[in-house]
């Protein structure tokens, strides 16, 4: 067969999603859309806020000579002068225009981080539950896959982590709010974090990256501070993007933010702008860049996605599911009643609810219910819920 062997692991192992995917259409067709609660995507429900529409028309109807044309790989200057002042208010911190880069999306972003800074072989921690495309971005850009684990609260396991550390460790990816727990790392833990890496780098003689991805980081619904990463260690840098903030995930605009206090920094964007050219994004989508520098303090309306959470954490909680109660994104993670999570989400199957086993996240016991759906999907899932849980029991 013409395909790459590697591409065809890579397949298989992530073939429960495609399958998942086919069940889900088949049910769809036996029982009628209406009647199948799918809460297995992440796709962002809520539309772009309306200073969106308004920039994205009068920016359609400009046309100056050289708008379509190509520009500086990492993107407009005025585009990342503003994504940095926006930055910089929301961190405390003081950004460049040049410690920016446009990019397409998060995952954009973070396969041109890991394409800078990777060697064959060199390793990259992730921690569980995790997001199961970083899985294909470390492999794709030649780095090898180690796993740190979680308390019970979801908080990484500091422990866990510095057992994974090793001499041909580049970097570590957190992700918080996260997907898929909707958990955010509190700023002792992110310290804890940095404070592991540069244990680590004295110990190995190395330079190790933290990678912060953070397309969830302004739908937050407590009010604890953000635990921004470039306090916390000097060689950091964020992957992030406005495919949930603003709604725009099909857009494909996000940025990569490098610490002004890396004294790598210069190295590492020009070897990040090389990696996203020839990664053959080129630049990030010119219209959208335009658009996003224009409403850069603008958000969805996240209290829609906090009445979801709070609907459905108290309707599992009191159904009977043991949950973690989450503070941001749009995901809750329970516990499976049975300790085979892919066989608790055929029974939510069996009952027309459809959901993502934890296993696809590195954490068996689980599975992942996206409350970004109308209210009536949420509403009408309860039944199947509560029914498959008494089954389970
Ligand atoms: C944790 C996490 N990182 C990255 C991405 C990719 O986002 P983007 O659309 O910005 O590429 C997603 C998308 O769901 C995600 O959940």
């Not at 995507?41 to 309306?50: F, K, M, S």
């Not at 909707?182 to 992110?190: A, D, K, L, Q």
């Amino acid at each position: 067969m013409a395909i790459s062997k590697k591409v065809r692991e890579q397949m298989k192992a992530s073939s429960w999603i495609r399958r998942m995917f086919e069940e889900g259409m088949e049910m769809r067709r036996l029982h009628g859309a209406e009647n199948v609660f799918d809460l297995s995507l992440g796709n962002p429900l809520l539309e772009p806020p309306a200073e969106f529409n308004e920039v994205l028309r009068r920016i359609v109807n400009d046309d100056a000579p050289g708008t379509h044309r190509y520009m500086p790989n990492g993107g407009f200057s005025g585009v990342r002068a503003a994504v940095a002042k926006q930055l910089s208010a929301e961190s405390g911190i003081l950004f460049s225009g040049e410690d920016i880069m446009m990019t397409v999306g998060a995952a954009g972003a973070l396969n041109v981080i890991l394409r800078s800074i990777l060697d064959q072989d060199d390793e990259v921690v992730i921690i569980a539950p995790y997001f199961a495309e970083y899985i294909f971005y470390i492999q794709h850009q030649t780095g090898v896959v180690r796993e740190a684990q979680s308390g019970p609260d979801f908080m990484p396991d500091i422990a866990s982590l510095k057992a994974s550390l090793n001499e041909r460790t580049r970097a570590v990816i957190i992700n918080t709010p996260n997907n898929p727990t909707g958990v955010i790392y509190t700023e002792s833990v992110v310290d804890a974090i940095g404070e592991a890496i540069r244990d680590a780098e004295k110990r190995f003689g190395t330079e190790i990256y933290l990678v912060s991805d953070e397309p969830y980081r302004k739908l937050i619904f407590s009010d604890a501070p953000f635990p921004f990463i470039f306090k916390h260690h000097a060689r950091s840098v964020v992957a992030t993007s406005h495919s949930k903030d603003l709604g725009l995930a099909g857009e494909r605009i996000g940025h990569i933010a490098i610490n002004p206090a890396d004294p790598g920094k210069a190295d590492f964007m020009d070897a990040a702008r090389f990696a996203l050219r020839t990664l053959g994004f080129v630049n990030a989508p010119a219209l959208m860049q335009r658009v996003v520098a224009e409403i850069q303090d603008a958000t969805v309306d996240v209290s829609e996605y906090r009445k979801k959470r709070d609907f459905m954490y108290a309707a599992l909680t009191d159904i009977g599911y043991s949950c973690v109660r989450p503070d941001g994104a749009f995901y809750l993670f329970p516990e499976s009643p049975i300790a085979d999570d892919l066989e608790f989400v055929k029974l939510l199957q069996s009952k027309l609810v459809l959901t993502v086993p934890g296993v696809g996240f590195g954490t068996p016991g689980y599975f992942r219910v996206s409350y970004c759906v109308e209210d009536k999907v949420l509403e009408g899932s309860l039944r199947g819920f509560a029914e498959a849980l008494e089954e389970a029991r």
